[in-house]
């Protein structure tokens, strides 16, 4: 909409508006793609496809808030209306941009719709995943989804082959918005897959130290990547689904977390800082008194972080000292 008030105004060039750093307003084909992420988790990874050649905006920033929980504001409303490229996690974590997907002609990259790809043949239930990295905005409705991944963890975040899946998807979409720097952005996208491919050579590391060993997260967020570790989360689902769901866990989960917590059953207690509630915390108590190191987790960026590889790797390298120093 100002688009058209500049062009009335018939006096500001493309070039200018550029230049002049407008920052909401360089979709459409007049200027470098847009690219609309939900969170800056996926804004991290889209941006770091995107280089310097196109723009990426995150809509939740606050490392201290639960994303769970976020509702976009009309100005968000809006920037997400103008974009080119829409990156988010899909599976209900940000369903308002799933249903700004499917409701615009923006390319869409929807992150848990790319489970049960590549890297996940064994779950392959057909899904016709194109190449053209536009797919996901049309060709899965809710109930498709339902059915297909309705029990599945949405924290696919966490899951670094979809998050390499995503990068690559990234790509394909600026290549196709901006076919002039489609090298750059592939290239981008090769190099920030060697940085996942490193992530897993330290999760394959964990595993050839620690298969088996039982941990417990308070929200079910690490789940693919302690999976991949080859960690086994012990945590009462009902303790995590409700930590999830940002209710307060029922006496008897948190009776029973508080036991495997106090018998050290648990080697490692893994913390979302992000989804936190009286039960959670009295919970970092028991371990802190039984000797169980804590390793915290974040759901989005820290305030100090912009690029996810760093941050992964930040992570799971407090896990794998965690590990050594609780399994003594
Ligand atoms: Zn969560």
Redesign the pocket.
């Known amino acids: 909409m100002r688009k058209s008030l500049l062009a009335a105004a018939g006096v500001l060039s493309t070039a200018a508006l550029v230049l002049a750093g407008c920052s909401s307003d360089s979709g459409g084909s007049d200027g470098p793609p847009t690219v609309v992420a939900s969170t800056n988790v996926w804004g991290s990874v889209a941006a770091a496809v995107a280089g310097d050649k196109a723009q990426v905006t995150a809509l939740y920033n606050n490392a201290d808030g639960?994303?769970?929980e976020f509702e976009p504001s009309a100005a968000d409303t809006a920037t997400i209306a103008d974009a080119d490229i829409l990156v988010f996690n899909g599976g209900h974590?940000d369903s308002y941009m799933e249903e700004a997907a499917a409701n615009s002609d923006a390319t869409a990259v929807d992150a848990f719709a790319l489970l049960g790809g590549d890297e996940h043949a064994a779950e392959a239930e057909g899904e016709e995943h194109g190449s053209d990295g536009d797919h996901a905005g049309g060709d899965h409705s809710d109930g498709a989804h339902d059915h297909a991944h309705g029990d599945q963890n949405?924290?696919v975040f966490y899951d670094l082959p979809v998050v390499a899946q995503v990068a690559d998807k990234v790509a394909d979409a600026l290549a196709e918005q901006d076919p002039g720097n489609a090298e750059t952005y592939r290239a981008n996208a090769e190099k920030f897959t060697t940085g996942i491919d490193g992530l897993r050579a330290k999760l394959t590391t964990i595993r050839q130290q620690h298969a088996g060993t039982e941990v417990a997260q308070t929200?079910?967020?690490a789940g693919y990547m302690l999976t991949e570790a080859g960690l086994v989360d012990i945590a009462p689902a009902g303790f995590t689904q409700a930590v999830?769901e940002g209710q307060s866990p029922a006496a008897a989960d948190r009776a029973a977390l508080q036991d495997i917590l106090a018998d050290r059953r648990a080697k490692v207690l893994i913390y979302?800082t992000?989804?936190v509630d009286p039960v959670t915390q009295a919970m970092l108590d028991v371990a802190g008194s039984a000797g169980v190191p804590v390793v915290k987790f974040t759901?989005t960026l820290p305030d100090d972080v912009t690029d996810y590889v760093a941050w992964q790797n930040g992570q799971i390298d407090a896990l794998t000292a965690a590990l050594a120093s609780g399994t003594r």
């Open positions: 639960d994303p769970h974590y949405e924290h929200e079910p967020l999830e979302n992000q989804a759901e």
